[in-house]
């Protein structure tokens, strides 16, 4: 199974400022690497996939990076609605699985 | 729009079986991997498995010898069964459409939390 690890697991920072999530998996992912977005009370919005692409709707601000077992969600400046968690994804063609990272939370500092 | 509509039981008792169902409305129900996944109060998603559309099933392995996921491709319907559920089976579950040419989820159903207590 392949472990992704998020860090940090809180980060605490000011609307404006930037953020700068990692996700590390345990073994090559290439480029497939899901990012998603959860607020209370709601089910988690797809922010980026295949680690770099945003879905159509999703504001530029969000982008992602990283190949293989390193990757970065960047959040250039924050609004009040992104305070949120963040939980990154993915999926291995075999065996079949799916795992998520631990999550790492936003909050307003 | 496509629509993932999901309820059924919210309080069981221990052994007892879970029991869920999620419709999907205003797509095809081929071309992709349907899926279950929880989340216990306060605390981050698991995966639990999925069916396509020609019943193939993959599960997580830490849940496998108690799940079971069935489609019905008639309602464009899909569910999950848990059986012998404990405490710690308390969550939120949610479904979830997976395209097959993809490797993310890109639509999710309203959740139902499901409590389990004696």
């Known amino acids: 199974e392949i472990v992704l690890t998020q860090s940090p697991a809180t980060l605490s920072l000011s609307p404006g400022e930037r953020a700068t999530l990692s996700c590390r998996a345990s073994?090559?992912?290439?480029?497939?690497l899901a990012w998603y977005q959860q607020k209370p009370g709601q089910a988690p919005r797809l922010l980026i996939y295949?680690?770099?692409n945003r879905p159509t709707g999703i504001p530029a601000r969000f982008s992602g990076s990283g190949s293989g077992t390193d990757f970065t969600l960047t959040i250039s400046s924050l609004e009040p609605e992104d305070f949120a968690v963040y939980y990154c994804q993915q999926r291995s063609s075999w065996p079949p699985a799916l795992t998520f990272g631990g999550g790492t939370k936003v909050g307003i500092k | 729009q496509v629509q993932l509509q999901q309820w059924g039981a919210g309080l069981l008792k221990p052994s007892e079986t879970l029991s869920l169902t999620c419709a999907v409305y205003?797509?095809?129900?081929?071309?992709?991997?349907w899926n279950w996944i929880r989340q216990p109060p306060g605390k981050g998603l698991e995966w639990i498995g999925e069916i396509n559309n020609l019943e193939d099933t993959n599960y997580n392995p830490s849940l496998k010898s108690r799940v079971t996921i069935s489609v019905d491709t008639s309602k464009n319907q899909f569910s999950l069964k848990l059986s012998s559920v404990t405490a710690a089976d308390t969550a939120v579950y949610y479904c979830?459409?997976?395209?097959?040419?993809?490797?993310?989820?890109?639509?999710w159903g309203q959740g139902t939390l499901v409590s389990v207590s004696s």
């Open positions: 979830a459409r997976l395209p097959r040419k993809f490797r993310h989820f890109d639509y």
């Open positions: 073994q090559s992912v290439g480029s497939y």
């Open positions: 205003g797509g095809s129900f081929s071309g992709y991997y």
């Open positions: 295949d680690a770099s």
